[in-house]
């Protein structure tokens, strides 16, 4: 059975740091790349980042240079370092992975940034 699970969530100020993680069971977790989105209060969900098998990763133009995604293959676990956090930030983000045409999702964790 197929899991991602996020953690790492929760309130911060504005400028602030997070770090969420994502840890994953139940298929090759090097074989695949992953992504992280985030689904503000009324909003679609939105692609942040995302990885692939040989680390190359891609980022949201509002998250560039203030967020890194990273993979540790060994735990199986994908991460999300938030740094220079706005309230903008503020949602639920989703740990995400495609295998065989079907998306992956965890529950999500909250991300709050607010004075």
């Known amino acids: 059975q197929v899991l991602v699970v996020e953690s790492g969530g929760g309130l911060v100020q504005p400028g602030g740091s997070l770090r969420l993680s994502c840890a994953a069971s139940?298929?090759?977790?090097?074989?695949?790349?992953m992504s992280w989105h985030r689904q503000a209060p009324g909003k679609e969900r939105e692609f942040v980042a995302s990885?692939?098998?040989?680390?190359?990763?891609n980022y949201a133009d509002s998250v560039k240079g203030r967020f890194t995604i990273s993979r540790d293959n060994a735990k199986k676990t994908v991460y999300l370092q938030m740094n220079s956090l706005k309230p903008e930030d503020t949602g639920v983000y989703y740990c995400?992975?495609?295998?065989?045409?079907?998306?992956?999702w965890g529950q999500g964790t909250q991300v709050t940034v607010s004075s």
């Open positions: 139940g298929f090759t977790f090097s074989a695949y790349a």
């Open positions: 995400q992975c495609r295998m065989g045409g079907k998306d992956y």
């Open positions: 990885i692939t098998p040989s680390r190359y990763t």
